[in-house]
């Protein structure tokens, strides 16, 4: 080892915790500004129709299959600090590419939609590299006991990003104009890549990972580590379980608002008070699982397991209520139904990117970008369909039945079922909490306080 690696820490602490957060804030604050703010732009000042928008989204969610390609590249030297950058600042000229087209629009369709996928296939090159790179890195280098608080400083850092950006820049995007969103967006994207530049420099160098020997190797050719990841049984159930999972996550999305203004006749800004019940349950959720879940770790080392399949379960409750709801509406308590069913998100979200890092910091081969990849393709993937199945299965019950009753009933109740498939999946990825007996044993030879070995 180098000098430099026999000075390092071993272990995030947690201002370096902090920091990694920075990043996926700087991530966040980016793509709000390409998907809400853009969405609107093209459906009203462009008079787009809304499926153009929604197609660029999708397309930025495929090239997100190359997550396992970007975890690869960063796993062989351990080079992740570059593509965390070089992620961050794909995706800042990605936005402002994809802003830029609005005046494309304005002038010529064609010309304006091929500029648009061009932008967004950058965007997601940009999410790739830049969140793979980053969970990798917060995978391989955290304690055991410090993973739930991580997952959920990083998810709430993200989140912060996101509304810090969408406030700061709706003053300055007054009154609109097609250049003031292009001078908003290069600067949001400036300035983000800035801090994440600035978060993560050094991170890498400064703080060992809990695998020695990973360091020490490169990952490989990259279908042998694709092989690698697949073979592992925990590593494909856990692929299975996250697309499953999130495709129910997603699907549920696009329809919560909808429902509050068909069968509660709900206003704009009521339904949009209800979306920011449904985030502040999520957020109080994560808060949950990173308290309890630091605290518990060392005495029940599968906690985050659980607490992903109760989270699972309590989702699929949640949303069983307001199928029962779409029944009585508008006699039903919706907003704390809504509240209680982003309470139980934030719970298996978070608990499940901890398990996810968990899971990824059991490799022995410096494999942690890889694995990471591949479980983000599959959520890509899931997010890229969840959103229009939900949509388009409303549509046909409502067309077949011509019940928007029994359309809502159908889909919330279809949600629920591939929320409890998800926990049952979850069930059997036995070792995901660090409970078996190898990284256990590994653990207690490395810290002696249990801790594992270290996306």
């Not at 087209?101 to 090159?125: D, H, K, P, S, V």
């Not at 009521?270 to 349950?281: A, L, V, Y």
């Not at 009585?328 to 704390?336: K, R």
């Amino acid at each position: 080892m180098t000098a430099i690696t026999d000075r390092a820490q071993k272990g995030l602490s947690w201002l370096a915790i902090v920091r990694l957060g920075l990043v996926q804030a700087s991530i966040g604050s980016i793509v709000v500004l390409t998907t809400s703010v853009l969405n609107r732009v093209m459906v009203v000042e462009l008079a787009l129709a809304a499926v153009v928008h929604g197609m660029l989204v999708g397309l930025h969610y495929a090239v997100q299959m190359s997550r396992p390609l970007w975890g690869h590249a960063s796993d062989n030297g351990a080079r992740r600090t570059a593509y965390i950058i070089g992620g961050i600042a794909f995706l800042a000229l990605g936005g402002v590419g994809a802003a830029s087209t609005t005046l494309l629009f304005e002038t010529n369709f064609w010309l304006g939609l091929t500029a648009a996928a061009l932008a967004f296939t950058l965007i997601g090159f940009g999410i790739g590299a830049s969140g793979t790179s980053l969970l990798a890195m917060l995978a391989s280098k955290t304690a055991q006991e410090r993973r739930p608080a991580a997952a959920t400083i990083a998810w709430m850092l993200m989140i912060a990003g996101i509304v810090i950006t969408a406030i700061i820049s709706s003053g300055f995007l007054e009154p609109y104009s097609h250049e003031r969103l292009i001078m908003v967006t290069a600067t949001s994207g400036l300035i983000a890549t800035i801090i994440a530049t600035l978060a993560v420099w050094g991170v890498e160098k400064n703080y060992r990972s809990f695998n020695d020997h990973a360091e020490k190797n490169r990952s490989g050719d990259f279908k042998t580590a694709l092989r690698s990841v697949w073979n592992d049984r925990e590593a494909r159930i856990f692929t299975v379980f996250v697309f499953f999972s999130m495709l129910a996550y997603q699907t549920q999305d696009l329809i919560l608002e909808p429902f509050g203004g068909l069968l509660f006749d709900m206003t704009p800004a009521e339904t949009t008070r209800i979306s920011g019940s449904q985030h502040g349950g999520v957020l109080m959720g994560m808060a949950v699982v990173g308290v309890l879940g630091t605290v518990l770790s060392k005495r029940f080392p599968s906690i985050l397991k659980w607490f992903t399949v109760w989270g699972c379960v309590a989702s699929a409750a949640a949303l069983i209520g307001l199928a029962y709801g779409a029944t009585v509406a508008p006699n039903w308590p919706l907003s704390q139904n809504i509240f209680l069913l982003g309470f139980a998100n934030g719970i298996f979200a978070v608990a499940a990117i901890g398990t996810m890092m968990a899971l990824a910091g059991r490799d022995k081969t410096g494999r942690e970008g890889i694995r990471m990849g591949v479980w983000g393709a599959a959520q890509a993937i899931a997010f890229g369909i969840g959103g229009f199945a939900g949509t388009v299965a409303l549509d046909i019950v409502r067309y077949t039945t011509g019940s928007e009753i029994s359309a809502f009933l159908t889909v919330f109740s279809l949600e629920a079922g591939i929320f409890i498939i998800s926990a049952l999946i979850a069930i059997g990825i036995k070792s995901a909490g660090g409970t078996s007996a190898d990284a256990s044993n590994n653990a207690i030879k490395q810290s002696g306080v249990g801790l594992q070995p270290a996306e």
